[in-house]
């Protein structure tokens, strides 16, 4: 079964946290769904990636997620930045171990954020990314997890399934 996503919606997709095994012969891993307990804003917020930030306004989603759910409404197409944000807890029997985190797919760019430092940028769409988070985690401690999307047309970013941006 194949999705067919509109190339105008935003799809923040399928994260995980992936911790990998020690090396042996074979190398084994864990993945932790992160799709629930996840907060929208539609719109900017300079302050939205903070840690103390107060995003207990915001809407519920669970992700797989499309702001652009109105578009079935008939109520328009929303073009720009949105925020999610949810809360991590990285258990203490995870320290030491390497955390990756992993987005299934975000469109057309996603910033993400890990208590307020920035692991990396997605640009494009329809295609999965990962980022290391060991270094940024406090384990036994809640983490904050944010990513500033933007799915405003742009020529200069390509969607993977290399269709023509209008």
């Known amino acids: 079964m194949r999705l067919t996503i509109n190339k105008n919606s935003l799809l923040l997709a399928v994260t995980y946290i992936v ?39 915001w809407l519920s989603v669970i992700i797989p997620h499309t702001w652009n759910t109105d578009l079935v409404q008939k109520k328009g197409d929303y073009k720009g930045t949105s925020w999610y944000r949810r809360t991590l807890k990285i258990t203490p029997e995870r320290a030491g171990k390497r955390l990756f985190l992993q987005c299934e797919d975000a469109l057309t760019v996603a910033d993400v954020y890990l208590n307020g430092k920035k692991p990396g940028q997605h640009q494009g769409g329809y295609s999965a990314f990962a980022y290391e988070i060991t270094s940024m985690v406090n384990a036994g401690e809640d983490n904050i997890l944010a990513a500033r999307v933007d799915n405003a047309d742009n020529k200069d970013i390509p969607l993977t399934d290399s269709t023509p941006q209008p």
Do not use: H, T, V
């Open 19 to 57: 911790m990998p095994g020690s090396f042996c012969f074979a190398q084994s891993r864990q993945l932790f769904s992160l799709n629930e307990d996840w907060r929208i804003f539609k719109g900017d917020f300079k302050d939205a990636k903070a840690i103390e930030f107060d995003d207990s306004n």
